[in-house]
């Protein structure tokens, strides 16, 4: 029986306790619908009245997994991400609109279909799997596996007085083809889209490389392209959207609300809406509805594998710390992945602080942020005390948005990851520093986690092994740091 809820009241339960929310959608049992805000909706006590126009969403009756479903909580080796229901713990889930479920289940289904097909293995890059449909593809045209690199004068630069210190490595996801990890989920969803037959892709960016990464899938494989892409990022990333043009993509202006990322995900969404039957949506983090949290984390994790055999070959071990920026939180999660059951790494992302965490100006969901639904999946974001979205801010286009993914939200609430924050001005330096110490340009994405070095390596024993993801490179954010960097 379809159950409908008034769009004018959205009473659910503090973040802090169990959340009585609707159960989530399983594709393999009968739903009913609901009708929710499209967008948004705050966890709070009191009924309030929700902005915005009502949709359709769709869910089960079965009440399993709102609560966690794990025998050994403080196991992750025996923790669900995400469960049946697509869900990371409370995180996750599909909070969509009808039309979109069809659509949402059928890629799941294809997802599943090839991600234990050996031809269509992301991850099996020995010398008998490179001729594999995506493990080929990375290869020979993305470029991969990528070099572990030792950053020896960085290094030397967190030397303490007595010689001791830290040994800092960089996974050079800057020298992919594009020049960022984005390209791997890209190469991964379009091949998707082909087994569906789907002939119109449509991706949100940024930072631009998600959407430069989109552009040139579909320029290799013949299809149309349409990135959203917010005014005020067009701006800040002018070279990008030449580039996305070039390549042949429409690249359409987002002016409503901020102008940024969170506003070309809301229209990328709509434009999925529209056009689904003709339409695959790449998603370009680890956010939005089930399966794209975890299908794009499984796109990435090539990222962290890699590092696990170079560590290996380099030193006989794992790493001790593995560190990346996080914004919705794709290159953090290829990072961690494969060591999210080694209890014994250190899991550490960083998020923007803006012009301060005092300032308002900031987009550090995890560190200030409260739990809500956003773009079709509960996790952290910023929000005010009516659940609408705070205006987030950071130097980085990449970093600008006010949610995280939420497997992120869920390995916070477990303690298995730490997540800090760095100011535009710490981002900045460490662009610098790194740039005259490394010869390399880091992208002002990655800048962030560079700049926690700072506070971090201090703190850290002798010969502790850091492993940072250098997830971009730098061209494109020249133009922005000519404004605050004399040089």
């Not at 490179?130 to 967190?158: M, Q």
């Not at 994790?301 to 790493?319: C, L």
Request: glycine residues 10%; charged residues 25%.
């Amino acid at each position: 029986m379809a159950i409908r809820a008034a769009a004018t009241s959205a009473p659910t339960a503090r973040s802090s306790s169990a959340l009585s929310l609707p159960p989530p959608i399983s594709s393999s049992s009968s739903y009913s619908s609901a009708q929710l805000s499209f967008g948004r909706a705050k966890s709070t006590t009191r009924p309030r009245t929700t902005v915005g126009c009502a949709i359709s969403c769709t869910m089960t009756r079965e009440a399993a997994a709102v609560t966690s479903t794990e025998k050994d909580d403080s196991d992750p080796a025996l923790w669900s991400r995400p469960d049946s229901f697509g869900r990371f713990g409370k995180f996750g889930g599909k909070y969509v609109p009808e039309t979109l479920m069809y659509a949402l289940t059928e890629l799941e289904s294809a997802f599943n279909s090839v991600k234990n097909d050996p031809d269509f293995q992301a991850s099996k890059l020995c010398i008998s799997a490179v001729k594999a449909e995506l493990g080929g593809i990375l290869k020979d045209y993305v470029g991969r596996e990528t070099p572990l690199y030792f950053a020896e004068r960085l290094t030397d630069h967190y030397r303490r007085p007595n010689g001791e210190g830290p040994h800092i490595y960089l996974k050079r996801e800057d020298l992919n083809h594009t020049g960022a990890h984005k390209i791997n989920n890209a190469i991964g969803q379009v091949l998707l889209a082909k087994r569906l037959g789907k002939k119109r892709i449509i991706a949100e960016t940024g930072a631009g490389q998600h959407g430069v990464a989109t552009a040139t899938v579909c320029a290799r494989f013949g299809l149309e392209c349409i990135i959203y892409m917010g005014a005020q990022d067009m701006e800040r990333q002018s070279l990008n959207v030449f580039r996305m043009r070039l390549l042949g993509a429409e690249v359409r202006g987002v002016h409503s609300g901020t102008a940024t990322l969170k506003d070309a995900t809301s229209e990328a969404i709509r434009d999925w809406v529209t056009n689904v039957e003709s339409t695959h949506y790449i998603l370009g983090s680890v956010a939005g509805p089930h399966p794209y949290p975890m299908m794009v984390r499984e796109f990435h994790k090539v990222i962290g594998e890699e590092t696990r055999r170079q560590a290996m070959e380099k030193w006989g071990g794992k790493p001790d710390i593995l560190v990346a920026c996080v914004g919705g939180g794709s290159n953090a999660m290829g990072l961690f992945e494969d060591f999210v059951k080694d209890k014994d790494v250190r899991l550490i992302g960083v998020e923007a602080a803006g012009l301060g965490l005092d300032s308002g100006k900031h987009a550090a969901t995890l560190t200030k942020g409260e739990v809500g639904v956003l773009h079709g999946a509960m996790s952290y974001l910023l929000q005010d005390d009516d659940g609408q979205i705070i205006e987030p801010h950071s130097i980085s286009a990449g970093l600008d948005y006010p949610g995280v993914g939420p497997e992120h939200s869920f390995l916070k609430e477990k303690g298995r990851a730490e997540y800090y924050c760095v100011t535009d001005e710490e981002a900045l330096e460490a662009f610098k520093r790194v740039s005259r110490l490394e010869g390399i340009i880091p992208a002002l994405e990655t800048s962030h986690a560079l700049a926690y070095l700072e506070k971090l390596c201090p703190t850290l024993p002798d010969k502790t092994k850091v492993v940072l993801n250098c997830s971009g490179r730098g061209d494109k954010d020249v133009q922005t740091a000519i404004k605050y960097l004399k040089v």
